[in-house]
C-alpha cells in the first residue's frame, strides 16, 4: 500500500515556475513507477510526466516538453516535478500516481495510487 500526497501548487503568472512534490509512505518506495496527470476543469484527466522506479527512464506529454522535468529521490520517498514557462493551458489539478513496475506508464488506467491533488492556476 502506498499513500502519496501533493504539496506546491499555487497561483503563478505566465512565465513563471513551480516545483510540484509528491511524498510517498511505504517502504518500498524505490520500486514504484510514478507519474503525474493534470485536469482541468470539464476536461478529462491528462498525463503529464513519468519516471521508472530508478528515475533512470523518464516520459513526457508533448504539450510538456522542454518545461517540465520529473525527478526523484527515492531516499525521501519524493518525486518533484518542476515546471517552468508555465502557460495558462497548464492550468489544473495536478497529482501524482504510483504503481509497482520498472518501467514508466502513461495511463491512468495503469496506476494503483493517486494522490489528492494539488491546483495550479497560470495566470495570464
Known amino acids: 500500500q502506498v499513500q502519496l500526497v501533493e504539496s506546491g501548487g499555487g497561483l503563478v503568472q505566465a512565465g513563471g515556475s513551480l516545483r510540484l512534490t509528491c511524498v510517498a509512505s511505504?517502504?518500498?518506495?524505490?520500486?514504484?513507477?510514478v507519474g503525474w496527470f493534470r485536469q482541468a476543469p470539464g476536461k478529462e484527466r491528462e498525463f503529464v510526466a513519468a519516471?521508472?522506479?530508478?528515475?533512470?527512464?523518464?516520459n513526457y506529454a508533448d504539450s510538456v516538453k522542454g518545461r517540465f522535468t520529473i525527478s526523484r529521490d527515492n531516499a525521501k520517498n519524493t518525486v518533484y516535478l518542476q515546471m517552468n514557462s508555465l502557460k495558462p493551458e497548464d492550468t489544473g489539478d495536478y497529482y501524482c500516481?504510483?504503481?509497482?513496475?520498472?518501467?514508466?506508464?502513461?495511463?491512468?488506467?495503469?496506476?494503483?495510487?493517486w494522490g489528492q491533488g494539488t491546483q495550479v492556476t497560470v495566470a495570464s
Open positions: 500516481a504510483a504503481r509497482g513496475g520498472s518501467y514508466y506508464y502513461t495511463n491512468t488506467q495503469d496506476y494503483d495510487y
Open positions: 511505504g517502504r518500498t518506495f524505490s520500486s514504484y513507477a
Open positions: 519516471t521508472s522506479w530508478s528515475g533512470g527512464i523518464m
